[in-house]
């Protein structure tokens, strides 16, 4: 097993780049997002005008080339841009991810140049906002069942069918969307579909209730004899499974970030009040029951991004990080769980009031076990990996 201590490989320039972009994020949380933060999320609230805000910033179209309108930065940068977000308001570095990794990134990796030149800079400015659609109602993990259709007529593509769970489902003003070209169960049998906001027979549905990320819309999409034209297929005929699989190994280092943001962010108010918490005349901090737990969040923290930046470092080197990635996601979300779990209890009943931001990390924790490859996923996939 080869160990890589990836802070080596970082470059004094990367390294000062990724700060900047930590700062310029921070600011831009505590400005934007933290006077909302729980209006917010009690209202289910999904704030377009914040992430626009965030696109004027460059924040979503970071890994996208300035050729196309964006950043034109790498994943260590865009794994800090997430972490400080989230620390404040993970609904919005959700979102943030979630518009960068998927539905840009989608584009960025597997679009012409013509398609690139189309839809990237209004994605990267935040003109538009995109969504991403793989799930359906019967097919969580088994992406190969689904139903959704596409099939040809002349140089047209006719989509029926409904994806469920999309982050954006309602508000995106474009969104790539995988359908069934094939035979069920046949990984050749899907393809990648852009599909604009206002084309006829797309529709929003149902938009979740959610624990928690509440301010990040997730919605169904509905597809009813959609009409696209034969130019907004993504890659070949076949090939969307294969590019789905592909942009979630990044998505999943995204996944890793946000709750390694989260964990910081639930780590941070813990500390923060042990220190100002007296009982039985000092600081609970001082108690070895609470030292202990502090130590122990704060090594799992460190643990989680260290493997983050390892995978950041791969998928910025162009090299296969598909284990690395499952493993950072599945790592970093479990720790995710277990620190807003104990940050909760360092609070002691105020942990439960929400008055206190601990628990809104609590309720926003769980989502990172699940979203883009449940842990039960990311060990079949770290699996398969280390079998091969």
């Known amino acids: 097993m080869n160990i890589d201590l990836t802070l080596d490989r970082m470059d004094t320039h990367t390294l000062e780049t990724r700060q900047m972009v930590a700062d310029s994020a921070r600011e831009f949380a505590l400005q934007y997002l933290k006077p909302h933060v729980m209006k917010w999320d009690e209202a289910q609230h999904f704030p377009v005008d914040a992430m626009k805000q965030a696109g004027s910033l460059g924040f979503l179209g970071m890994l996208v080339p300035e050729t196309y309108g964006g950043s034109g930065l790498g994943y260590h940068e865009y794994v800090a841009m997430i972490e400080e977000i989230s620390k404040v308001d993970p609904s919005i570095g959700l979102s943030v991810a979630a518009h960068n990794s998927l539905c840009t990134n989608h584009i960025l990796k597997f679009g012409?140049?013509?398609?690139?030149?189309?839809?990237?800079?209004?994605?990267?400015?935040?003109?538009w906002i995109g969504a991403w659609g793989l799930t359906e109602h019967n097919t969580g993990s088994d992406a190969g069942g689904m139903n959704a259709t596409a099939k040809k007529q002349g140089n047209e593509w006719v989509l029926?069918?409904?994806?469920?769970?999309?982050?954006h489902g309602i508000s995106?003003?474009?969104?790539?969307?995988?359908?069934?070209?094939?035979?069920?169960?046949?990984?050749?049998?899907?393809?990648?579909?852009?599909i604009e906001r206002g084309t006829p027979g797309f529709s929003s549905g149902k938009k979740e209730d959610k624990m928690g990320m509440r301010a990040s819309?997730?919605?169904?999409?509905?597809?009813?004899?959609?009409h696209?034209?034969?130019?907004n297929l993504i890659g070949e005929v076949g090939e969307g499974f294969i590019q789905s699989m592909k942009i979630l190994d990044g998505g999943r280092i995204s996944i890793a970030a946000l709750s390694i943001g989260i964990a910081k962010g639930a780590y941070e108010a813990a500390l923060q009040y042990s220190k100002e918490r007296v009982q039985f005349g000092k600081p609970i901090s001082s108690f070895q029951g609470i030292s202990f737990k502090l130590a122990e969040i704060a090594t799992n923290i460190e643990a989680a991004e260290l493997l983050t930046q390892n995978a950041s470092q791969l998928i910025n080197e162009g090299k296969k990080m598909t284990k690395q990635s499952a493993m950072c996601k599945l790592f970093a979300s479990e720790m995710c769980v277990k620190t807003t779990n104990e940050a909760l209890q360092i609070f002691g009943g105020?942990?439960?009031s929400k008055e206190f931001p601990v628990e809104k990390f609590y309720r926003d924790a769980k989502l990172c076990t699940i979203g883009e490859g449940t842990s039960e996923i990311q060990k079949v996939v770290i699996s398969k990996q280390l079998l091969k």
């Open 160 to 167: 029926n069918g409904s994806k469920n769970f999309i982050t």
């Open 228 to 231: 696209i034209p034969e130019e």
């Open 172 to 194: 995106s003003d474009i969104a790539v969307v995988i359908f069934r070209t094939g035979e069920k169960g046949d990984s050749h049998g899907m393809s990648a579909f852009a």
């Open 217 to 226: 819309e997730t919605a169904e999409m509905i597809f009813d004899n959609c």
């Open 350 to 352: 105020y942990g439960y």
């Open 112 to 127: 012409t140049e013509s398609q690139k030149l189309r839809w990237l800079p209004k994605l990267a400015s935040g003109e």
